[in-house]
């Protein structure tokens, strides 16, 4: 008999360890991995989603077993072995007021111990490093005994809503996944190996492209090289030669509006053919972009235009800049080698802890570095637009202003532009 009551108290500590396991595992699955292993037809993952899917009536199904488990693991660590462990005590000379207590006592810490860690820290510890493994094989089971226990389930599942809406929950929590959370997945799974070196940062600039307003991405009007239908042959051949770029903007003597863009090859052609471009036959339409577009937008724009340029406009219809597939490349990735050297980096640490930022890194970026919140209406979309905005006039070289721990100070103009600013945390007061 006492090998019978040690064999039921150990079945009941594996059963009750399988039932945590399998609550954990559940619990912690993501439906969206379950989702996949359902298409791989993994046998148990459309039961084990379905589980997911409903936790009140699975969890109420596992909280049945785990109490029938506990009440019926009291009895025989009680009634049972604490009983005999006692006897055998009294047998040994113990006086029976000492023995009894004793006797059950030992067997009731025991058997917690053993319940704790085979019951208990094991069986969810395999369950929390692959859940969606664990949820797939016991979903069958689980779903057996949901079955099994409909009657009850349905009541506790029944109770515990009533008390949830008493108590003010009357909606059902939505799962919804942060950008928070997914930078950390990210995170660790670069710090694991599985992503490559600098896919992080990628997958981060995929990111950003949503928040990215089109004017943190575009090349602004003064930086755009452009063609002027009312200059002369010899002024644009000029502006042609001088050009770096393979399409230029061109503007039929109003420079506030662009009427679309113009191949530099082929002007070219023309003019190795020894020949004048008649510039207003080679101009192509080009989509235009409101400046109030982001950039994730712009992409699908630039995809269904036959040139890979767009032309930024304000409300009023006034030319503010162009936007690229190269310049959303850049905003992914960050900006690629030119022929004067490698790009200029948008910012530098430097050894004490500063940082010297230019002025056209993107305010978004630059918050994300520093730390600090931005508006999320804003009229700006530069680090130095958002200085202009602190300092509310246009600042001198070596003006400071002081903001959410840092201290800003302009380290360098290019003419009214801002273009390096030297970040510093404040200490602590």
């Known amino acids: 008999m006492l090998y019978l009551d040690l064999g039921i108290v150990t079945v009941l500590i594996v059963l009750n360890g399988l039932l945590a396991m399998s609550e954990l595992a559940i619990v912690s699955s993501r439906p969206a991995r379950l989702a996949g292993l359902v298409e791989k037809r993994v046998k148990g993952a459309r039961r084990a989603l379905a589980l997911a899917s409903d936790p009140g009536k699975f969890l109420s199904t596992v909280q049945i077993g785990i109490t029938l488990i506990g009440v019926l693991s009291g009895a025989f660590s009680g009634a ?33 111990y053993a319940s704790l860690i085979v019951g208990e820290l094991v069986p969810k510890q395999i369950a929390l490093r692959d859940p969606e493994a664990v949820a797939v094989k016991v979903a069958p089971a689980m779903v057996l005994l949901a079955k099994a226990s409909h009657p009850l ?27 928070d959370e997914i930078r950390t997945l990210v995170a660790e799974a670069e710090n694991a ?6 896919e992080k940062d990628w997958i981060a600039g995929v990111m950003r492209l949503g928040d990215l307003a089109v004017g943190a991405v575009m090349t602004p009007r003064h930086e755009v090289d452009s063609i002027n239908l009312e200059d002369s042959n010899d002024q644009i051949f000029a502006d042609l030669l001088e050009s770096e770029h393979s399409h230029l903007v061109v503007f039929d003597g109003n420079r506030e509006g662009a009427i679309g863009i113009v191949s530099a090859k082929d002007l070219l052609d023309v003019y190795l053919a020894g020949k004048i471009p008649k510039v207003r036959d080679l101009v192509r339409e080009a989509p235009i972009i409101p400046e109030a577009l982001d950039a994730r937008d712009v ?3 630039l995809r269904g235009a036959p040139v890979h340029m767009g032309l930024v406009h304000d409300e009023y219809g006034v030319f503010q800049g162009v ?13 690629f080698h030119t022929k004067d050297g490698p790009a200029e980096p948008a910012a530098v640490k430097r050894d004490d802890g500063s940082y010297l930022i230019s002025g056209w890194m993107p305010a978004l970026e630059a918050a994300h570095l520093l730390g600090i919140t931005l508006p999320t209406s804003r009229p700006y979309q530069t680090f130095a637009g958002f200085l202009l905005q602190e300092f509310g006039k246009i600042p001198n070289v070596g003006d400071r202003i002081e903001d959410e721990g840092w201290q800003f100070e302009v380290a360098d103009l290019d003419g009214r532009r801002i273009d390096k600013v030297l970040a510093s945390r404040l200490e602590p007061a």
Do not use: C, N, Y
């Open 80 to 112: 049972t072995l604490g009983l005999r462990l006692a006897s055998w005590l009294i047998e040994a000379g113990l006086p029976p007021g000492i023995a009894e207590p004793v006797g059950v006592g030992i067997v009731v810490a025991f058997i917690t």
């Open 153 to 179: 389930v349905w009541l506790l599942d029944r109770s515990g809503k009533i008390l949830l809406w008493l108590l003010g929950h009357r909606e059902q929590a939505a799962d919804r996944v942060s950008e």
């Open 193 to 198: 190996g599985v992503l490559e070196p600098g």
């Open 299 to 301: 992409v699908m724009l």
């Open 323 to 335: 936007v690229t597939s190269a310049d959303i490349l850049e905003a992914i990735v960050g900006s």
